[in-house]
């Protein structure tokens, strides 16, 4: 899954000892962020857009357990 994809890649070992390195794992970072989030965010819209959806359909009196 995508969340494991992510996990994977953020979840590294910094060695703050160098800045060099934390430097290029912070940018890395951002870049990965700007690249996915958008993606992200567009999904948390669907859902609540769909989560809105259900809960006029249940309060209406339509649903029928």
């Not at 999904?43 to 809960?55: E, G, T």
């Amino acid at each position: 899954m995508l969340h494991d994809a992510i996990r994977e890649k953020l979840n590294l070992v910094v060695d703050l000892d160098d800045p060099t390195f934390w430097a290029k794992t912070l940018q890395d970072c951002a870049i990965y962020f700007q690249k996915f989030m958008p993606m992200v965010l567009e999904n948390l819209v669907i859902a609540q857009h769909r989560d809105s959806l259900q809960y006029v359909h249940l309060r209406n009196g339509a649903h029928q357990p």
